[in-house]
């Protein structure tokens, strides 16, 4: 109920996010969740963009279903890099507060709007978009602060539900599974729903990306909703964005990159299929414009040397969608003297349709470009063609001996 609730009302005020007069002149710190009170590059940078030393950055533990201590420690991780932090009292699970009304309270507004950043906590992100809006859809008082902030030069960050709310679509209550929303598609007001467009109409987002495979649950929802980028970040990870539309990815592992412009789905076929899409691994350090679509490896990256790549009979990986599964397969891919590597995605016996399944197919073309560091130790990896068709799975895929 409070879900759909917040769907109605985030659909209202949809059109009002990605409405703009004027471009924003601050950044945007997107971290796919699971950030390590000791990723110092991440809160360090956090805080630069927020002012440097002094700055003062409202928390919003909006999502968290324990506000109280979501709130105070990532105010404790800010200020132990130098700013000076403080929590906003605006969540639904917060004792004794009334979120919507919290929305619209005046000092709680002018605080926001003249801080140097925001910082949103994990959680629900349909408790971020379902407090930030009035009942009739239109933006609160603190949501318009959050934009004067950002417009001004302020930067906002978010991790996991503070990372979805950032595009325009954010998934709202799909399956906690990868393959049932390629299997059945996704359904607005449940699975998606409007975010609040931070980074504009034009990217769409999503988090946890590598440890949980998510990449392939973007697809539907961009051809959907018409993305033609989306931006996957994994955990303990940031994406920041300039104001220059540049991202630098920062931290722990990277993020994946989808490129969908001169991508095709055969729409005559009832099942999901992708041509000719493109997926590109970011790794720390490494930058993507989001309006060029070019790339610029990090510090101490050099083009693979095609003499010593590795010879291999085939690459084929049972599980794409396992724990870091595409950038192994990847990183193999680009070390080896093949062309093409194949992955599978399928669910169990047990599941709904256990026979369908897809097969994502990875090709080198001629502006595919791979880089890494001299110890091979960090791979970036850009504009791999990637296929994806239905198949059907032998029922039962094995038997006992």
């Known amino acids: 109920m409070l879900k759909s609730l917040c769907f109605a009302l985030a659909l209202a005020g949809a059109s009002a996010i990605t409405t703009a007069a004027e471009a924003p002149k601050?950044?945007?710190?997107?971290?796919g969740g699971g950030l390590r009170a000791e990723n110092a590059a991440v809160w360090e940078r956090i805080v630069a963009l927020a002012g440097g030393k002094g700055a003062r950055i409202a928390v919003f533990p909006t999502a968290a279903q324990n506000p109280q201590f979501e709130g105070s420690k990532a105010a404790e991780n800010l200020n132990r890099h130098g700013a000076q932090a403080f929590v906003v009292p605006l969540a639904p699970k917060l004792a004794g507060s009334d979120a919507r009304k919290a929305a619209d309270d005046p000092a709680i507004a002018d605080a926001v709007r003249s801080a140097g950043g925001a910082f949103f906590t994990g959680g629900d992100q349909a408790r971020i978009t379902g407090s930030l809006r009035r009942l009739d859809g239109s933006n609160s008082a603190v949501l318009d602060a959050l934009w004067s902030m950002y417009r001004r030069g302020g930067v906002i960050a978010g991790t996991s539900a503070g990372a979805a709310i950032m595009s325009s679509t954010m998934f709202f209550d799909p399956p906690l599974d990868v393959v049932p929303v390629l299997k059945h598609g996704v359904v607005d007001g449940k699975?998606?729903?409007?975010?609040l467009g931070f980074i504009g109409g034009d990217v769409f987002i999503d988090q946890h990306l590598l440890v949980r495979g998510r990449f392939a649950r973007m697809l539907p929802v961009m051809l959907a909703k018409g993305y033609r980028l989306g931006l996957g970040i994994d955990e303990n990870t940031a994406a920041v964005v300039g104001p220059n539309r540049e991202v630098t990815v920062v931290g722990y592992t990277g993020a994946l990159v989808l490129d969908l412009h001169e991508?095709?789905?055969?729409?005559?076929?009832?099942?999901f299929n992708l041509s000719n899409a493109r997926v590109s691994y970011l790794d720390n350090g490494d930058r993507f414009n989001l309006v060029s679509r070019g790339y610029t490896p990090g510090p101490g990256k050099e083009a693979v040397d095609k003499s010593l790549?590795?010879?291999?009979?085939?690459?084929?990986?049972t599980d794409i969608l396992g724990n870091t599964s595409i950038v192994n397969l990847l990183e193999k891919l680009v070390d080896s003297n093949l062309d093409r590597a194949t992955g599978l995605a399928f669910e169990g016996p047990a599941?709904?349709?256990?026979?369908?399944g897809f097969e994502f197919t990875f090709?080198?073309?001629p502006d595919s470009r791979e880089y890494?560091?001299?110890r091979e130790d960090a791979w970036s990896i850009y504009r791999i063609r990637m296929d994806v068709r239905p198949v059907r799975m032998q029922q039962p895929l094995y038997t006992a001996e």
Not at 26 to 31: D, E, N
Not at 191 to 195: F, Q, Y
Not at 309 to 317: I, S
Request: no cysteine; proline share 7%; glycine share 4%.
């Open 26 to 31: 601050g950044s945007l710190v997107i971290i």
């Open 191 to 195: 699975d998606i729903a409007p975010g």
């Open 263 to 271: 991508a095709s789905s055969d729409k005559a076929k009832p099942l």
């Open 309 to 317: 790549r590795e010879h291999r009979e085939a690459l084929f990986y």
């Open 351 to 356: 599941s709904r349709a256990p026979e369908r």
């Open 363 to 365: 090709t080198r073309v």
């Open 372 to 374: 890494v560091t001299n």
